[in-house]
C-alpha cells in the first residue's frame, strides 16, 4: 500500500542503546506517522510529519525523537531504548488531511 | 481528549454468522470515521470510510459500516462471516476540522471465526 517500506522489520537490541527505525515511502505523501501497537492499546501515535522538516509530538512521544529531511523518509529514534519501548511500530502516510492513511508492514522491537 | 471505544476486546463466532462490532467516539463535532483489518502477521489494511453523505457505507469483502450520528456510533458489520475474517479490526476517527490528519485508534476487536 502506497509503496510503504520499514527498516529494520525485526530487531532486538539491549537496554540503554539507541536504535533507529526508517520508513520509506515512494508516492510522494506528505504527511507521515510513527505508531506503536500494543496489546489492549491499539495503535497510539508517537509522532507525525506534514511536510519536510515539520514534525510534531503525538500522544506517547516521551523517549522518541524524529526526522524527516526529505519527502521520502521518515526516521523514529529511541535515543536510549528501555523494556517499556518492546513493541510493533507501524509507520502510515497520507497524501492529504482528508485523505486515506496507508500503513507499513511494521517493525517488531524487542528491548531486552 | 478524544477517545474511541470498542467495546468487543474478542468476538467469536462460527462461519457464516452474522457480524456486528461496536465503535463509539468521543468528539461532537465533525469527524470522518475509518475501519481497519489486520490479518495475522500483516500490517493495517482499510476496510472502509465515511467521510459525508450516504451513512451506510459499503467496503471491502462484503463488509458494511452504519455511521449513527446521535449515537456517535460506527458499527461495522457483515451478515455472513469466513473462515478468512479471522483478523484484528480496528476502528479509527480524524477530527473533520483538523488539517494534519491524524487518527484516533480504538484497543481493537479480535474476531475468530471457526469453520
Known amino acids: 500500500d502506497a509503496g510503504i517500506t520499514q527498516s529494520p522489520r525485526h530487531k532486538v537490541t539491549e537496554t540503554g542503546t539507541p536504535v533507529t527505525l526508517r520508513c520509506h515511502q515512494t508516492e510522494n505523501h506528505r504527511y507521515m506517522y510513527w505508531y506503536r501497537q500494543d496489546p489492549g492499546h491499539g495503535l497510539r501515535l508517537i509522532h507525525y510529519s506534514y511536510g519536510v522538516k515539520d514534525t510534531d509530538k503525538g500522544e506517547v512521544s516521551d523517549g522518541y525523537s524524529v526526522s524527516r529531511s526529505k519527502t521520502e523518509d521518515f526516521l523514529l529514534t529511541l535515543e536510549s531504548a528501555t523494556s517499556s519501548q518492546t513493541s510493533v511500530y507501524f509507520c502510515?502516510?497520507?497524501?492529504?488531511?482528508?485523505?486515506?492513511?496507508?500503513f507499513g508492514p511494521g517493525t517488531r522491537l524487542l528491548v531486552l | 481528549a478524544q477517545s474511541v471505544s470498542q467495546h468487543n476486546h474478542h468476538v467469536i463466532l462460527s462461519e457464516a454468522a452474522s457480524l456486528e462490532l461496536g465503535c463509539n467516539y468521543s468528539?461532537?463535532?465533525?469527524?470522518?470515521l475509518f475501519w481497519y483489518v489486520q490479518y495475522p502477521g500483516q500490517h493495517l489494511q482499510l476496510l472502509l470510510k465515511?467521510?459525508?453523505?450516504?451513512?451506510l457505507v459499503k467496503g471491502i469483502k462484503g463488509f458494511e459500516a452504519e455511521f449513527i450520528k446521535s449515537k456517535f456510533s460506527f458499527n461495522l458489520r457483515k451478515p455472513s462471516v469466513q473462515w478468512s475474517d479471522t483478523a484484528e479490526y480496528f476502528c479509527a476517527v480524524k477530527l473533520g476540522g483538523s488539517t494534519l490528519g491524524r487518527l484516533y485508534f480504538g484497543r481493537g476487536t479480535q474476531l475468530t471465526v471457526w469453520p
Open positions: 465515511y467521510f459525508s453523505g450516504d451513512p
Open positions: 468528539y461532537g463535532g465533525t469527524v470522518n
Open positions: 502510515a502516510t497520507q497524501q492529504g488531511h482528508q485523505e486515506t492513511q496507508y
